[in-house]
Structures are given as structure tokens and as C-alpha cells.
């Protein structure tokens, strides 16, 4: 991150929900590199959204401001959250209104802001941000965001980012961990259909790296785990 904001003076990352969003989040906190960062050259976005009251405790963004937003020097003009229920506007029109902010931080002509790194947790059924498996989101090629209804992991009303404005991103780093991720890890790397393992179509620009535990790799294909592709994912630092 030091070095993206040496390079551009600004360095964009999208966050996750979810446990290992979390887990992330609270490591920086407690690392002593926090410190070390300019966070006024840091905009933070989400992929993905709990459609549910602002301060929820259940709110992607509560729970990022709580592991690490709320403990860092950085303007809230750098903090891009998606709007909130209760505040006047129905979900579409939610989605649009970030959309639109998406668009107002994006160059000339572009519909996203060039996003650095992009943080994804991985569900049991293969979910990315609130791409669901067989649900119409994951199809969606022209919106940058969509709202979410009847989403199987509450609450059933939510906010993402589409599959190609995830896929946008220069860096997209998965996280994820425990025996009940093995089929969902599995099942992506070894080239799933993106309908019915969303995370299968995720892929950086430059480059998409899974940062996982042991258990998680219970049902990675033998072919793979022998690969230089998969281990140096594991290792890599970039
Ligand atoms: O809002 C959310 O719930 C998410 O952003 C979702 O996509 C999450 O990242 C995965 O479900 C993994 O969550 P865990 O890390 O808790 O398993």
C-alpha cells in the first residue's frame, strides 16, 4: 500500500464482508505497519453491502469502522460506504446512488475508479461480495453495482459490486478459511462454471491471489496443488 500511494499519491482499496474481512482488517490494526501508512492517501469502497440501518452491528461497514476505520487518521470523505435502509431510499435506488459516487471518483469517461487491491471473502457456496450462485447478479455485465434480494445468507436485502467491476480491479486478494470453504475453493480453481461457483470468475487484472488455510485446501485438485500457480499464490507478497 506504501507503494501505491509512492506511485499514484492515492492508493484504492475495496473491502469484504464477513468474518475473514473482519479478521483482515483487525491484523492491520494491531500490525505495527498501521502506523506507517499515509491513510489520507487511502479511499476505501465495499464490494458488498447488509441492506440494513447505519451503526447496524451487522453492517459490513460497522464492523470495518469497529476493526479498523474508527482507529486510523483518515478523512471520512476517504470512506466510501454504500448507503444505509431506513435513510429515505429504496434498495435500486441505493444501488444507483453508488453507482453514481463510483462513477464521480472514476477518470473521465470511466464508470469505476481504478480499484488497487480488492478484498473478497468466499461463502460455502462459492459466493464473492453478493454474487450469488444461480441468482440473476452474477449474469449482470452492464451495471457496476446491483441490489440484491432474496440473497440466501441473511439479510436477504443487500448491495454489490458486479462481477466485472470486481474483476476491474488491478489486485484481487481472496481470503478465506475452515474445512467448510474446501468445496467452494475447490470447485473455483478447478474451473466451475461462474454460475454455479461465482467465485470461479473472479479475476484481477494483474493478478488474483488466495490467501487460505490448510483446511481450506482439503479439495484442491491434486493437479493444482503440485503447480507453482497455486503455491506461489499462497506465498506471494505482492
Ligand atoms: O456481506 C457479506 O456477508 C460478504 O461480503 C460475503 O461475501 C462474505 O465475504 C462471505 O460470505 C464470506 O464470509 P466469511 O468470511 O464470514 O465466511
Redesign the pocket.
Known amino acids: 500500500m506504501v507503494d501505491l500511494i509512492d506511485e499514484f499519491g492515492v492508493a484504492t482499496v475495496v473491502l ?6 473482519s479478521a483482515v482488517l483487525r491484523a492491520i490494526n494491531e500490525s505495527p505497519a498501521r502506523d506507517t501508512i499515509d491513510w489520507s492517501g487511502v479511499h476505501f469502497w465495499w ?2 453491502e ?1 441492506w440494513l440501518p447505519r451503526g447496524d452491528a451487522e453492517r ?1 461497514e460497522t464492523q470495518a469502522r469497529e476493526a479498523l476505520l474508527d482507529h486510523i487518521a483518515i478523512d471520512a470523505g476517504n470512506i466510501h460506504a454504500f448507503p444505509a435502509s431506513g435513510e429515505g431510499i429504496e434498495l435500486e435506488a441505493a444501488a444507483e446512488v453508488y453507482a453514481l459516487e463510483l462513477a464521480a471518483h472514476a477518470a473521465e469517461g470511466a464508470t469505476l475508479p481504478r480499484f488497487d487491491i480488492t478484498f473478497l ?3 460455502p457456496d462459492g ?4 454474487l450469488f450462485p444461480e441468482q440473476a447478479g452474477i449474469r449482470e455485465n452492464d451495471a457496476t453495482v446491483i441490489a440484491v434480494r432474496n440473497a440466501p ?1 441473511p439479510p436477504p436485502e443487500r448491495l454489490s459490486l458486479t462481477l466485472p467491476a470486481i474483476n476491474s480491479s488491478t489486485r484481487i486478494w481472496m481470503v478465506l478459511a475452515g474445512a467448510d470453504k474446501a468445496s467452494a475453493l475447490g470447485l473455483s480453481l478447478a474451473g466451475a462454471s461462474i454460475n454455479e461457483v461465482p467465485a470461479a470468475g473472479v479475476e484481477g487484472r494483474r493478478s488474483t491471489l488466495y490467501y487460505v488455510d490448510k483446511e481450506a485446501t482439503a479439495e484442491v485438485p491434486e493437479n493444482l496443488t503440485a503447480t507453482e500457480i497455486f503455491w506461489t499464490a499462497a506465498d506471494a507478497t505482492d
Do not use: E, F, L, P
Open positions: 469484504t464482508g464477513g468474518t475473514m474481512g464490494g458488498d447488509r459490513n471473502g468466499v461463502g459466493h464473492v461480495a453478493s445468507k
